[in-house]
């Protein structure tokens, strides 16, 4: 059976917005351009807790009881989880940072801002990601790059061409939210315009492309789901896809339903369920994905 959509909830006002599940699993996280973060004890939460971090939060990152986000006042600040307890501010920058994330066990922070920054970056950043194993970190840019970068040595490993060119993340065709596979971090996923391109860690070969022919639109952003087999992708206009990387099959198609950009996705830990969040503010969730992505003998089609 098809995976169940739940009706999509107002969480946020119009613009930006994106989720994450807290480590457990017992909580939806989100943030938006009303500058709360809202944490849901479940989709029918009626009275989320919010803690309120600046006029706008455009990224957070939640990590062994560490809430990290970041603001329109240009910082990237830490709060306790779940109580909200201000603890610092990790970071400043000239101007907006645009996205945030943890390593794999929440040692290290990585943030990317429109003033062209991180590290030796030469142009706004649109994405970061960590190799699970904490010696790559990954970065999208408006140049159209795609970069890898060794940690310790901070220096560019390589360098791919492959987004559309853009002079500011609000001007970007798609977030390019990368992905890198968890455990032992094998794959790199990079949205490049409909497609999804993997690359192989260490060789940094390009050797699969995940593809669907109902995808029309860019897709904005990837998602590995905890057992490393599924990856999931939101779109702009609203599709979300998953496929089984092994077999490069398309396991599950759902339509957003009033067809607005999807522009964050987070996998639940148990791998049953999907949360994601559009660009009107709007939190969804996919239920029964542990049900529906193990037949993935057939493509399954399901438009609404």
């Known amino acids: 059976m098809p995976c169940e959509r739940k009706p999509m909830r107002y969480g946020h006002s119009e613009g930006h917005t994106e989720v994450c599940f807290d480590d457990t699993g017992r909580f939806i996280v989100t943030c938006g351009n009303d500058g709360d973060v809202r944490i849901w004890e479940s989709l029918d939460d009626d009275d989320p ?3 309120t971090v600046g006029e706008k939060a455009y990224s957070l990152a939640l990590k062994n009881g560490k809430l990290v986000t970041a603001s ?47 590290k030796v970056v030469e142009a706004p950043v649109l994405s970061v990601t960590f190799d699970p194993k904490d010696d790559f970190l990954a970065s999208a840019s408006c140049d159209g790059s795609v970069v890898v970068w060794n940690i310790e040595e ?15 993340v609000t001007n970007a065709k798609s977030l390019c939210r990368l992905a890198w ?6 794959f790199l996923a990079v949205p490049v315009e ?28 990837v998602s590995w789901s905890p057992c490393e087999r599924f990856l999931a992708a939101g779109c702009v206009g609203g599709l979300l896809t998953v496929w089984d990387v092994n077999s490069k099959l ?46 993935n003998n057939r493509t399954k089609v399901l438009l609404k």
Not at 154 to 168: A, G, Y
Not at 269 to 280: K, L, N
């Open 154 to 168: 901070q220096t560019q490993v390589i360098s791919w061409p492959l987004l559309q060119k853009s002079n500011d």
């Open 194 to 221: 409909t497609k999804v391109h993997l690359y192989e860690r260490g060789s940094w070969d390009h050797v699969s492309t995940l593809s669907d022919d109902l995808l029309a639109q860019p897709i904005n952003v």
């Open 72 to 118: 329109s006042n240009n910082t990237v600040q830490i709060h306790t989880f779940p109580d909200g307890d201000p603890d610092g501010i990790l970071t400043r920058f000239t101007t907006n940072a645009t996205h945030v994330a943890f390593n794999s066990i929440g040692s290290r922070v990585a943030a990317g801002s429109s003033d062209f920054m991180v």
């Open 250 to 295: 398309c396991v599950e198609r759902q339509k957003h339903e009033k067809g607005f950009t999807v522009c964050s996705l987070a996998w639940h830990p148990s791998g049953s369920h999907i949360a994601y969040t559009d660009t009107e503010g709007c939190l969804g969730l996919l239920d029964g994905l542990g049900t529906s992505t193990a037949d």
């Open 181 to 186: 596979q968890p455990g032992m971090g094998k």
């Open 49 to 51: 807790k919010f803690i």
